[in-house]
Every structure is written in structure tokens, then in C-alpha cells.
């Protein structure tokens, strides 16, 4: 069984997943804005805890965004260059749809602070071991986020810690609770990455793009070097 690696670096929280044939390794931190000082002395402490060399990777997962926006420049900037000398693939993952991993439910509506009285926001329903999406991730004030037809949904993000009343509001009765403050977490990005690099769904280092919805693009290596 090889190993793999997942990064998230959207928040001011780090956190790293390590999937190994002993099993599962994590790191998770509060680090503000550390993230370019201390993800690869943790990296490096995570291989050494579980026993496994960088050689033994054979694919590298990271958080795509929405999120901070440097913070996600340099997880994915450590992918790359992993995965660049290792030879070996990456794969891209929605932190939205991370979020959504961590729901208990099967109706997951997701909201994070994104500032500027905005929040990153998408739906999600669990179908077996996956998610469709109801609601496709966006940008929106918090009262003009989409409202769906059924009830039952677990809302979960900053975003309803920061705007509470309003989307509180806004969902009305088709929400049944909240999870205000859960983070995207390295374990549910590599949790997600592992079908696809399975089903050969890993990309080379250099398709490696992040999401930015205020921008609406995804944005390439030359891309965000030129942000």
C-alpha cells in the first residue's frame, strides 16, 4: 500500500495527513499566518513519526481553496515541489467540500467568512462515499445565499459564526443545525484525494491550479506567480 500526503494551509489553522500501510499520521496547529515557516518542519516531523521517507510518496494532496489566499499559495507550492522531484501526482481539493466531509449528516451547507461581508459558500449531499453538489461554490453577501427546497441541512464554517442572524435567517427552518466552528482539515482533503489518486485521477505538478472565487478562476503556476 503506498503512502500519500495531504496539506491545509486555507486557514490560520495547518494540518497535514499522512496515509501510510500503519495507518493514519496528523498534524494539526493554530499558526496565524505561519504557514510558509513552520509546514515543512512539520512535514518533515510527520515523516520521520510515521516512518516514512518523501521517496515513498506517491501522490500529494491539497487544499485548492476558496481560502487565504497565501496560505493556499503556499500549500500548493509545497505539492508542487514535491511532487516535482518526486515524480509523482497531485490532486486538488475544494476546502468546501472538506468541510462537508466532516458533516454527521447527509445534507451539508457550508459557509465561510470570506470578509469584505462576504462568505465562500456551496451544498452538498452525501451519495454513498461521495458528495454531489446542490449548490456550486460561490461568493456571496449572507443574505443572498442560495436557499434550498428541503429541510435538514447541517450548516457548518465561520460563516455562521461571523453572520450567525443572517443566515440563520436567510435558510430559515431548512436548517437543523450548525458546526460553526469547524475548519477544513487535512484528514477529510486526503480522505477525498485517495478514490481519485486510485481511479488515476492525480494531475502532474504543473496542472496544479487554486480556486479563487472573487476572481471566478482557477489559476495556473504562471498565473498566480503573476498575482
Known amino acids: 500500500m503506498p503512502s500519500y500526503l495531504a496539506l491545509e494551509t486555507s486557514t490560520e489553522h495547518l494540518s497535514l495527513a499522512l496515509h501510510t500501510p500503519e495507518g493514519l499520521f496528523l498534524h494539526a496547529e493554530h499558526v496565524g499566518q505561519k504557514h510558509a515557516e513552520l509546514t515543512l518542519p512539520a512535514l518533515e516531523q510527520l515523516l520521520v513519526q510515521a516512518g516514512v521517507t518523501r521517496a515513498e510518496l506517491a501522490g500529494v494532496a491539497f487544499a485548492m481553496g476558496p481560502g487565504s489566499f497565501t496560505g493556499l499559495r503556499i500549500g500548493c507550492g509545497i505539492a508542487q515541489g514535491l511532487a516535482f522531484g518526486l515524480d509523482i501526482p497531485v490532486v486538488g481539493v475544494s476546502t468546501l467540500e472538506a468541510l462537508a466531509q466532516q458533516c454527521p449528516s447527509d445534507l451539508a451547507y457550508i459557509c465561510i467568512d470570506a470578509r469584505m461581508n462576504q462568505v465562500y459558500t456551496a451544498a452538498y449531499q452525501r451519495e454513498g ?14 443574505d443572498a445565499i442560495p436557499v434550498p427546497e428541503q429541510s435538514g441541512w447541517m450548516g457548518l464554517g465561520s460563516g455562521f459564526a461571523a453572520y450567525a442572524d443572517t443566515l440563520r435567517q436567510r435558510l430559515g427552518a431548512q436548517l437543523t443545525d450548525t458546526m460553526s466552528d469547524a475548519y477544513p482539515h487535512a484528514r477529510n482533503i486526503l480522505a477525498l484525494a485517495l478514490p481519485r489518486f486510485e481511479a488515476g485521477q492525480g494531475m502532474p505538478a504543473d496542472q496544479a491550479t487554486l480556486l479563487y472565487l472573487r476572481d471566478k478562476v482557477a489559476l495556473k503556476t504562471h498565473e498566480r506567480v503573476a498575482k
Open 129 to 142: 462515499e461521495q458528495w454531489r453538489e446542490i449548490f456550486a461554490a460561490d461568493v456571496l453577501n449572507p
